[in-house]
Each structure stands twice: as structure tokens, then as C-alpha cells.
């Protein structure tokens, strides 16, 4: 009925214009709900173009393109994506990272559990391979730990350390616990705006996890759904994600952001998926955004679950149901989370006219028996199920409007109304996201108000701009006791033994980098009775938090700073540098500009004077400290200096060598995409060079400023077999081993 780009800009919270053909509506209530719709249409089509007419202007000759400020800093080489922890138990927690080198095979990472910020007192280590196989990702899930308690964790590669991360495993099975706080996230486009919501939760010290459901990521091509046309906050690649390799970008894409990597290294993260993590309103045979001349289907959602599973600090599902990610995680004897997944593992298409059978489902019969056993057999005093669309219902002069939300699949949610109603189970409490908006809903059923959900607003996602529209949402849904439908944030959750209460944070913007958020509306539902209740303040956690991490990598020796040559003269220069503190020594390396071959200096100062060069000739240099008898830190930028020509200094060109950041597909077919990085403007060439040392295919990427970039060209004429693919910057080179199929 209405155009994708209508559907998709209307979808928080009017997510299901395109069943609306089946919904049972008079030629009147069409008329009410149309006048509803026209508001919110003017505004998202504008708005619509604009981002269309934005994407062209900012974007022109730059697609994909990061600024400066998202470029991977040297400093966390070779863990430029940070850490991450989740999915804690009382005596386990699941930690990871990756692993950006230029070296190939299977790679071993060690890793280390401590109990202290300086990691002293080590209680767990051991070693992790990985390998191209899993993106160069590394996830281990740590046993053995005592319940209850914050724990500090890293990872190392040929002495590089990693960033270290906190997190912390849950309280032990039965045990009292006073109170418990989570952040309830969703719904994190990269191209709608800034990440201020991740980066005011990763200043906060009050929480004991995040709970992220779903929306992590999103799959539209950049200028797609949610494009704002802010510099530097386009997606790559450029096109809607589709492949393995694809998916596995995009997810290296968002971790490079700096506050999604802040927050990441301050908590443990619950993660599930939702749709976009997939393809838009996806069910479990298909997606509105996914068409026959994508490829198959199965191919599609195997590709987006495999990136999924190794990009994110979740456990493995097990063998028995190995594309399964529903799970209970017990936080004592106050909460059980019902982690479920309402997206693609049993969801059948939504579907109005279907939404009254019962054999119509969202869980699927495994995971509602699951669910309905775990439900029933719980003995903590909260019973959440962690969910990733509306529960409540929906409804305009009596007739739903979402068929993606629970209102589609109405006889399911029905049985589950009879598993709580016949088993008397109480606290019944139901966290969601999904559609860009924040609420605190009663749920109403044939029971009578059975539970409280809470639906978090969108870290970045659009929601809907339309004067009135809460009061018109409230007056035809009466058990929707709070709803805003424009603003950004996240919702903190505090349970203790007596209430839960859900504060709803907004932060002051999203179009600019602003880490500040002020709390809105707080509601709570008191333990054994029903019903939410406004409570006049946000809730607080009294007291210092846990002890945090350093902000930046703990290493043996850090890189050289402020590299300077000086003494210039026409045969001579001095390079010098700050002292590296716990360094033995350094290695100075240089070469002429633009020709091969580099010369290594062992030095044991942190300054030398050469008097080895021509008149009027170009040179650049570098320098690493060295750690021990085998690592180094990584090298300073190159540094460029001209030697003088009758008593005139000339300029001096600036190279920057290009670093690796993946290599997609491996191994690769007809098309080979670059992710790589820059620290300074260079321009940027890309060699294929076979056994016999012959270069076999080049392309010129042009003259790129500072950042991250991913480039793809056409190889597909090369035979079958090992290339050496390198990177150049003028007389610069990286280089990986690839394999064309």
C-alpha cells in the first residue's frame, strides 16, 4: 500500500503499514487512522528526502569514509575494537576482543582474569586461537570464578596488551541480593547520529550490566533508513549487508566507534538480536527487506548469525540446538532473565488474519515450551522475560496496528496469559525495544493487568515527530501509562526485593558528540500486586561504584611521543623523542621517500644525529620502543624532512602507511574488499602480486585524509590460487596473504 521508504520512515512506532489490508477496519476507522498517519507522513518524507539530499551533498566522493575521530587509534594496536564481556553467571562470563595483525594462520591470544585494576592477582588465564575462519574475533567463556563479584580482564598478542575491561559475574543461585540496575538499550543505527547514550551510560558507575535487545546494528546501505547526513556517520560498506563478509564489516564498523567501545570495556553486556541485525521485520523464512535477487534466504540468515555469534560477548548456543540463542540467567534469588529471541527462531510471517490461530506463532513450540516450564518453575522474586518487541497491545478505536509485535501472533500471547494465570506466577515483568520509542505499559489480559513492561527509546534510530500523538496513543490504550515518541536514551532498571522501577534517561542530542542525559519519567510495580505506579525522582545506587579500568592499554613500554627531526642542514638531521618509560631501548627505522627498502637503527637514546644524507633529497623516519629481548611497541607515524639545497629548507612530503583492518571474503572469488586505516593524509594504492613476484592486478584508491576506510575492487581475471596482497603509500607497503578461489 505505501512505498518501502513510507513503510521503514514510519516504523516507531507504526511499524506494520503493510498489513494494514488485513486490518478488520470500517471506511471510518480507516479515516481516523489515516488522519493519524498524514501527520507523521509529511514529517518522515521530508525528513526522508532531506537525509537522501544530505547523503549526496556530505558524502560526495567520500562514501565510507570515517572522519578522524572513529580512525583506529595506534595506541590499542593490535585490539583496536577494544574489549567486551557478557552473558555473566554466577561462576562464568563470557570475554572478548579482536585481533587486527597482519599475520596469518592461527593466531594464539592469551588472556588473563584478574580481581584487581592493575592485574596483579590473577585467578584465570590461558590461551585463545583464532584465525580468518572467525574474523580474527576471540571469545572465551571464563569458569571458575566466585559469584557475585567484579572481576578486570585483558588480552595480549607478542606483548601488546589490550585495553582491560570490567565485568562481572552474577549473584550465586537462591542468594539473597539487596538490589540489582541494569540499562536497557535498543535500536543503535551508526548513520541516524551519535552514540551520546553509550557514551553517558560508560560514564556512569551504578550498574551492574547492560541488557542490549537487539538493533545492534542496522543493514541499510548508507543514505538508507535513518541517514542523517552527518559527517562521518555513514555506514560501509556503502551497500545494504548481504554476505558473510558483509555482516562481518558492518559489525567492525560500529565496535570502532569510541563510545560503543567505552561502554563495552565498563560492563558486561546481555545481548539478542532483533531484525536489523538480519534484515528488516525478519521471520524466520524471510524479511520485508530481503528480495529473490538477494540470494537465498537461509544463506542470508546463516551469514548474519555466524557475524553475529563472533562479534558479540555471547555464549555459543549449544550442539543440541545450535541456531538456538534463548537462555535463562539467574541473578540470585531476585531475578530470572528469560532471554528469548521473538525474531527468527521460530516467528512465523506476520500476518493480521492469522494473528487468532493458535498454531501462528513468534517463539516457535520449542522455545514457548521452554519458556512456559521456566516461567512456571521460577522461584525469584522477578520473573523478566528480556524481549525485543511490544508486548502490551497496541491499538487504534479498538483494532491493533503493529502486526510485528505481539499483537500479531495474539492466540500465543494468549497461552502464555494461561501459563501465568494457571501457575499463579507474580512479578511478571517484560523489557523490550525495537521501535525507537520509550513506554511504561500495564499488560492487560483476560486475567486482568497481569505484569509491567518496559519498552527502552532508541540510542540513535528515528522515532516519530507528531504533535499529540502520546495523548492519542493513551487514549485508546489506557493501560499505556507513559510514552514518548521522540526522544533518545535508554532506560535504567532498578530491582530490589519490594519494587522495580524504570527510569527513562534522554540524552540532549544526537547530532553532535554530547555525552550528558537527564532522567524524564520514572514508574514502578511493587512486588505481588500488578500495575505500574509514578514515582517522583530516579532511582539511585548509594555509595562508589567498582574500582575502574585505565582508560587506556597497560603495556610493558608505551609508543614514542613527540617524534621531532631538527638540525636540518643539507647532509644531516637529528631525530629525537620522549624517553618511553620501561623501554630497553629503540628502534629507529627510515628510508628515502618514494624507494623500497627501509634501514634499522638499534639505539639505546631516545635521540641520534645522521650525517649520511644528499642535498635537497626527501627522507622519513619512524620509531618503536623496545619492550624486551622480543616485542616492540608499535612504530610512531612516519616522520618527513627534506634535506636544505643552497641555504633553502623545502617541504617536506608526509607518508602515511596504510594498516590492515580485514581483508573480505577470505578466501575470495570475484570481488576483494580492503578495510584499512590511515593516521594522516596519503594516497593509497592496492597491489596483487603472485608467487613469482610479479604484480598481477593494482588499483588506485586516490589521496585519503585520516581514518578508516573499506575499498573493493574487481579481481575476478586472476587464476585460482595464494596472492600477496599489499597496501602502498608511496614508497609504503603492508601486506596480507590472500587465497582466490
Request: glycine content about 8%.
Amino acid at each position: 500500500m505505501f512505498p518501502p521508504d513510507f513503510r521503514r520512515s514510519l516504523r516507531a512506532p507504526l511499524r506494520a503499514c503493510r498489513s494494514y489490508t488485513a486490518m478488520p477496519l470500517s471506511s471510518r476507522m480507516w479515516r481516523a487512522v489515516f488522519t493519524l498517519l498524514a501527520f507523521a507522513a509529511t514529517a518522515a518524507l521530508q525528513a526522508q528526502e532531506d537525509h537522501k539530499a544530505g547523503h549526496n551533498t556530505v558524502a560526495a566522493g567520500a562514501e565510507g569514509d570515517f572522519t578522524a575521530r572513529s580512525a583506529p587509534d595506534i595506541a590499542l594496536f593490535p585490539f583496536f575494537h577494544g574489549v567486551a564481556s557478557g552473558d555473566p553467571l554466577e561462576d562464568a562470563v563470557v570475554i572478548w576482543t579482536r585481533l587486527t595483525s597482519d599475520d596469518g594462520g592461527m593466531l594464539p591470544v592469551n588472556w588473563r582474569m584478574a580481581t584487581d585494576t592493575a592485574m596483579a592477582n590473577v585467578v584465570a588465564s590461558g590461551t585463545a586461537m583464532t584465525s580468518a575462519s572467525r574474523d580474527y574475533t576471540v571469545k572465551v567463556d571464563v569458569t571458575g570464578l566466585q559469584a557475585n563479584r567484579w572481576y578486570y580482564y585483558e588480552f595480549e598478542y607478542l606483548g601488546r596488551r589490550s585495553l582491560i575491561g570490567r565485568t562481572r559475574t552474577a549473584p550465586a543461585a537462591g542468594a539473597a541480593v539487596d538490589s540489582l540496575r541494569f540499562a536497557l538499550m535498543s535500536c543503535s543505527n551508526y548513520m541516524a547520529g551519535y552514540f551520546n547514550a553509550y557514551a553517558h551510560l560508560a560514564q556512569r558507575n551504578d550498574i551492574d550490566a547492560v541488557l542490549h535487545v537487539g538493533d545492534y546494528i542496522y543493514e541499510y546501505e548508507t543514505g538508507g533508513y535513518g541517514f542523517a547526513g552527518l559527517a562521518g556517520r555513514d555506514h560501509d560498506p556503502d551497500n545494504e549487508i548481504i554476505t558473510l563478509s558483509d555482516y562481518r564489516l558492518r559489525h567492525s564498523w560500529y565496535k570502532l566507534d569510541d563510545d560503543l567501545r567505552a561502554v563495552h570495556q565498563q560492563f558486561p553486556f546481555v545481548v539478542v538480536y532483533d531484525d536489523h541485525e538480519f534484515a528488516n521485520d525478519a521471520w524466520k523464512n524471510g524479511a520485508e527487506n530481503h528480495n529473490a535477487g538477494e540470494g537465498p534466504w537461509t544463506a542470508r540468515r546463516s551469514a548474519a548469525f555466524q557475524a553475529w555469534l563472533e562479534w558479540m560477548p555471547v555464549r555459543d548456543p549449544s550442539v543440541a540446538l545450535p541456531n538456538s540463542i534463548f537462555r535463562k540467567l539467574p541473578f540470585g534469588g531476585l531475578i530470572d532473565f528469560f532471554v528469548v529471541d521473538t525474531r527468527v527462531e521460530g516467528r512465523d510471517e506476520q500476518d493480521f488474519g492469522m494473528a487468532s490461530d493458535p498454531n501462528h506463532s513468534i517463539l516457535g513450540p520449542v522455545q514457548f515450551a521452554w519458556l512456559a516450564k521456566g516461567l512456571k518453575e521460577s522461584s525469584a522474586t522477578w520473573k523478566v522475560m528480556v524481549n525485543q518487541v511490544m508486548f502490551a497491545p497496541l491499538e487504534v478505536l479498538g483494532s491493533p496496528i503493529n502486526s510485528d509485535a505481539w499483537d500479531g501472533y495474539a492466540a500465543e500471547r494468549g497461552k502464555l496469559f494461561d501459563t501465568l494465570n494457571t501457575y499463579g506466577v507474580d512479578n511478571f515483568v517484560v523489557l523490550t525495544g525495537d521501535i525507537h520509542t520509550a513506554w511504561s505499559n500495564n499488560i492487560p489480559s483476560p486475567y486482568g493487568t497481569i505484569g509491567a513492561e518496559f519498552t527502552t527509546t532508541s540510542v540513535t534510530s528515528p522515532g516519530i515527530d507528531l504533535p499529540g500523538g502520546e495523548g492519542f496513543i493513551q487514549l485508546f490504550n489506557p493501560h499505556v501509562r507513559y510514552v514518548n515518541l521522540t526522544e533518545h536514551g535508554y532506560a535504567l532498571l532498578d530491582f530490589n526485593s519490594s519494587r522495580v522501577q524504570a527510569d527513562h534517561w534522554f540524552v540532549n542530542t544526537i547530532t553532535s558528540v554530547n555525552p550528558s542525559a537527564y532522567p524524564a519519567s520514572s514508574w514502578k510495580m511493587d512486588a505481588g500486586t500488578v500495575g505500574l505506579t509514578n514515582v517522583g525522582s530516579a532511582s539511585t545506587r548509594p555509595g562508589p561504584g567498582p574500582a575502574r579500568p585505565p582508560l587506556a592499554p597497560v603495556n610493558s613500554c608505551g609508543i614514542p611521543a613527540n617524534p621531532s627531526t631538527t638540525g636540518i642542514t643539507s647532509n644531516a638531521a637529528t631525530m629525537s623523542w620522549d624517553g618511553s618509560p620501561s623501554a630497553v631501548g629503540y628502534l629507529l627505522q627510515g628510508q628515502r621517500v618514494g624507494f623500497p627498502g627501509t634501514k634499522n637503527v638499534k639505539l639505546n637514546t631516545n635521540s641520534r644525529t645522521f650525517n649520511i644524507f644528499k642535498p635537497a633529497r626527501s627522507y622519513q623516519w619512524r620509531v618503536a620502543a623496545t619492550c624486551d629481548s622480543i616485542n616492540l611497541s608499535p612504530y610512531t607515524a612516519w616522520q618527513g624532512f627534506t634535506t636544505d639545497s643552497a641555504g633553502m629548507r623545502l617541504a617536506a612530503p608526509v607518508l602515511h602507511e596504510p594498516r590492515f583492518l580485514g581483508v573480505y571474503p577470505v578466501p575470495f572469488v570475484d570481488r576483494v574488499g580492503v578495510h584499512f586505516a590511515l593516521t594522516g593524509e596519503s594516497s593509497v594504492q592496492a597491489r596483487m602480486i603472485n608467487v613469482n613476484g610479479r604484480v598481477v592486478a593494482q588499483e588506485d584508491f586516490g589521496t585519503l585524509p585520516a581514518g578508516a576506510f573499506f575499498r573493493e575492487w574487481t579481481a575476478g581475471q586472476l587464476a585460482a590460487g595464494t596472492y600477496v596482497l599489499q597496501l602502498c603509500s608511496g614508497g609504503l607497503c603492508t601486506e596480507r596473504t590472500v587465497l582466490k578461489q
